[in-house]
């Protein structure tokens, strides 16, 4: 699922659509890799309810790197929308 949904968005522009979802969104972002701070902020921005969690000390993969730092905020932002 991974790939497809990857393949999918390097070759896509959805910026036009974000603005249209009406669900709360989370976006994680590392600070260097095929994105950065910036690029996860420009994201987070379009969403109705978007909330943003920069991680100035990872790459492309916050989950991983800085696991206990994401699953707490992964949790706190589950309990935020309910």
């Given at each position: 699922?991974?790939?497809?949904v990857h393949?999918d968005?390097?070759?896509?522009?959805?910026?036009r659509?974000?603005?249209?979802?009406?669900?709360?969104?989370?976006?994680?972002?590392?600070?260097?890799?095929?994105?950065n701070?910036?690029?996860?902020?420009?994201?987070?921005?379009?969403?109705?309810?978007?909330?943003?969690?920069?991680?100035?000390?990872?790459?492309?993969?916050?989950?991983?790197?800085?696991?206990?730092?994401?699953?707490?905020?992964?949790?706190?932002?589950?309990?935020a929308?309910?």
């Open positions: 699922i991974a790939a497809a393949s968005f390097v070759v896509r522009n959805y910026e659509l974000i603005p249209s979802v009406t669900v709360p969104a989370a976006v994680f972002s590392g600070a260097w890799g095929p994105g701070l910036e690029m996860g902020r420009h994201f987070a921005e379009y969403f109705q309810d978007g909330r943003y969690y920069p991680y100035e000390h990872c790459g492309h993969m916050p989950f991983y790197e800085d696991a206990r730092r994401f699953n707490k905020q992964m949790i706190e932002f589950g309990q929308i309910r």
